[in-house]
């Protein structure tokens, strides 16, 4: 039988079923009587065995020369290269591509370090299925803790980090190391002296060691609610309603350092600690506004009677002045004169006395020697 082969295939001899031989472009003629079959196979990609074994055709040395075989060991993982370029994630064990008109390879990587080095580019990790690999992401202020099989390992400062999934079971979690602000709002408190008010708290604090941290601690947040409200219990309940409201900082204070007491039992590091707003019952409200507004009234009559006293005692000491200085007295006569010729169109004066004394009788004396008519008359 005749075989025409082109310049881009290649031909599978088989006689009875059994690989003979590779032959290149050309005619062929074999006899089927005789048992013999060619098949006929493009020379591109990826080569089909036809059920034949790699290791029956590698035999052939024409076989050998126009193809290209590579293995991926255990515990590698392979990425395909067509032309130099990447080209896709080598999924299987083994690999058999035509070389004739492409250049095929296959670059192998070892997982059998866990973390996984900068050889494995962007690229690569695209094309690499997620099972195959863990991915943690430490930001800024942050602290990434990471387990071999359920071991620690060493901290992860900020950044990218890659662990391969062959050697190990990998797990990890990423801690917050920023400050961090807890509030404790509406606190109840009873005082010395049984009055009941309510309590808004603030505190700051950061993790201290994130090791230390997660051998101790499983909620933070809720453990350390509950620490601030037994200080604030235990130092607010001591003192009577009126110290509290006169000595707000200093309990701040007392809080603050009861809190830096505790910071070994909850691994953190308190910042600052303080009362922000005291609340008040309506009742007792009430009642101290009244007292508020009667010490400011009060008050406001002793500025009133000290003005006046100081009033009085400048005109005592201006009587002084003038009963001394006769022409500090004339000068006031002239400026109780000029106030009043402000006030009227015309002033007549009679009688032979002085200026300042009939002025006096006009504003209401009995002898008056003055008198003043605004329209001339």
């Known amino acids: 039988m005749k075989y025409m082969i082109q310049d881009n295939q290649a031909g599978f001899v088989l006689k009875n079923g059994i690989f003979k031989k590779m032959i290149p472009s050309g005619t062929w003629h074999f006899s089927r009587m005789a048992g013999y079959t060619v098949e006929i196979e493009e020379m591109t990609g990826e080569l089909d065995y036809m059920d034949v074994p790699y290791q029956v055709l590698s035999k052939d040395p024409a076989f050998l020369d126009a193809t290209v075989h590579m293995e991926i060991p255990d515990?590698?993982?392979?990425?395909?290269?067509?032309?130099?370029?990447?080209?896709?994630?080598?999924?299987?064990?083994?690999?058999?591509?035509?070389?004739?008109?492409?250049?095929?390879?296959?670059?192998?990587?070892?997982?059998?370090?866990?973390?996984?080095?900068?050889?494995?580019t962007r690229q690569m990790l695209a094309l690499l299925p997620?099972?195959?690999?863990?991915?943690?992401?430490?930001?800024?202020?942050?602290?990434?803790?990471?387990?071999?099989?359920?071991?620690?390992?060493?901290?992860?400062?900020?950044?990218?980090?890659?662990f391969w999934n062959y050697r190990h079971s990998i797990s990890y979690q990423v801690l917050d190391m920023k400050q961090k602000a807890l509030d404790i709002v509406g606190q109840e408190i009873l005082t010395k002296d049984k009055i009941g008010i309510r309590m808004n708290v603030a505190c700051m604090y950061q993790i201290r060691d994130a090791v230390e941290f997660v051998s101790v601690i499983s909620d933070l947040k809720g453990q350390l609610y509950s620490a601030v409200q037994l200080a604030i219990r235990e130092i607010v309940g001591n003192y009577k309603l009126d110290e509290i409201l006169e000595g707000k900082e200093r309990i701040s204070g007392e809080i603050y350092e009861a809190l830096k007491e505790r910071e070994t039992m909850f691994c953190v590091k308190f910042l600052t600690a303080g009362i922000k707003d005291i609340i008040l019952p309506g009742e007792i409200r009430a009642i101290m506004n009244?007292?508020?507004?009667?010490?400011?009234?009060?008050q406001a009559n002793v500025i009133s009677r000290r003005e006046e006293v100081a009033s009085t005692r400048s005109l005592l000491n201006t009587a002084k002045l003038m009963d001394e200085n006769q022409t500090l007295y004339k000068l006031k006569e002239l400026e109780y004169l000029e106030r009043i010729c402000e006030k009227v169109g015309e002033i007549s004066v009679n009688g032979n006395a002085g200026i300042v004394e009939q002025l006096g009788?006009?504003?209401?004396?009995?002898?008056?020697?003055?008198?003043?008519?605004?329209?001339?008359?």
């Not at 080598?90 to 591509?97: D, G, P, Q, S």
């Not at 992401?137 to 071991?151: A, F, H, P, Q, R």
């Open 130 to 162: 997620g099972k195959l690999y863990t991915e943690v992401k430490v930001g800024e202020g942050e602290t990434g803790l990471v387990y071999y099989d359920n071991i620690l390992q060493k901290p992860l400062s900020r950044g990218i980090y890659r």
């Open 75 to 120: 515990g590698f993982v392979g990425f395909l290269y067509i032309n130099g370029k990447l080209a896709s994630y080598a999924n299987r064990k083994e690999y058999t591509f035509w070389n004739v008109f492409d250049s095929y390879e296959i670059q192998t990587v070892s997982m059998t370090e866990t973390m996984i080095g900068p050889e494995v």
């Open 361 to 377: 009788r006009l504003m209401g004396m009995k002898e008056a020697g003055l008198f003043i008519s605004e329209n001339g008359g």
């Open 290 to 298: 009244s007292v508020l507004v009667a010490e400011k009234t009060a």
